[in-house]
């Protein structure tokens, strides 16, 4: 089991810019076996997938609203996950969530264990 716990959220203006972290628990070596991702989900609407990182980082994957404008990265030493998001629109507004899975969530993504409370983002 992993705690995650994510840390970054705001407010913004429309094309600003904010920088999402994710803090996992537990020893950095179950860490770097993990394939990491942010989600989202806005009032009303489903969760949709944002960012996915495998488990040695060298590998990404975006879903359609993130590409060009989010980067997804990972620190594996120090356990965190990150999420750069540049060019932000008013439909970004959402709450983030990184998740914790298996090597096989990075293709099936509903194979994520392990979430997060979230942190919000408005974007005005």
């Known amino acids: 089991h992993v705690q995650l716990v994510e840390s970054g959220g705001g407010s913004v203006q429309g094309g600003g810019s904010l920088k999402l972290s994710c803090k996992a628990s537990?020893?950095?070596?179950?860490?770097?076996?993990?394939?990491m991702g942010w989600f989202r989900q806005a009032p009303g609407k489903e969760r949709e997938g944002v960012g996915y990182?495998?488990?040695?980082?060298?590998?990404?994957s975006y879903g359609a609203a993130a590409k060009g404008r989010f980067t997804i990265s990972r620190d594996n030493s120090e356990k965190m996950l990150y999420l750069q998001m540049n060019s932000l629109k008013p439909e970004d507004t959402a709450t983030y969530y990184c998740?914790?899975?298996?090597?096989?969530?990075?293709?099936?993504?509903?194979?994520?264990?392990?979430w997060g409370q979230g942190t919000q983002v408005t974007v005005s």
């Open positions: 998740a914790a899975g298996p090597a096989v969530a990075c293709v099936v993504h509903s194979a994520y264990k392990f």
């Open positions: 537990g020893s950095a070596e179950i860490y770097s076996t993990y394939c």
């Open positions: 990182v495998e488990a040695r980082g060298r590998l990404t």
